[in-house]
């Protein structure tokens, strides 16, 4: 059990530390993230919307699409049914900047599984499945 919370444990941490050098990267806060992430996931979004997902108010919503716009990562399109509000999209740096972010785990498993030798992937493959079964039965 200890082996299995370890790795857990070093994921974990290496997650973390990757999303936040990611931010870093592009100078954004989580809040921008999420609301990059949000919109690419959900599609566009009325300010409000944005403001009751991630629970602030709307001034900050405001706040934090004016810098993303500023950025060049999202844009205002006016609402088409209330001509008083507007929504809020990504642009293609908006998508591809969450995009990156979710294609890099990707890569990077990909890498320590190509640093594998047959004999270590044939054992993962084994402990795997059992793990799988344990958990599944």
């Known amino acids: 059990m200890d082996v299995y919370r370890d790795l857990s ?53 405001t706040y934090l699409v004016d810098a993303l716009e500023q950025k060049g990562l999202v844009y205002r399109k006016p609402n088409p049914r209330d001509g008083r509000s507007h929504y809020v999209d990504h642009t293609e740096a908006g998508h591809a900047l969450v995009l990156d972010k979710r294609n890099e785990g990707d890569d990077r498993i990909m890498s320590i599984f190509r640093a594998m030798d047959d004999e270590e ?14 958990l599944f039965r």
């Not at 989580?30 to 991630?54: C, K, M, R, T």
């Not at 992937?121 to 344990?134: H, N």
């Open 9 to 61: 444990d070093a994921l974990t941490k290496h997650r973390v530390v990757s999303f936040l050098q990611h931010l870093k990267k592009h100078d954004l806060t989580l809040n921008q993230y999420s609301i990059l992430s949000w919109i690419d996931q959900q599609g566009p979004a009325l300010p409000v919307q944005l403001a009751e997902h991630l629970e602030l108010k709307a001034a900050s919503i």
């Open 121 to 134: 992937l044939d054992m993962l493959y084994v402990m795997m499945k059992l793990l799988r079964r344990k």
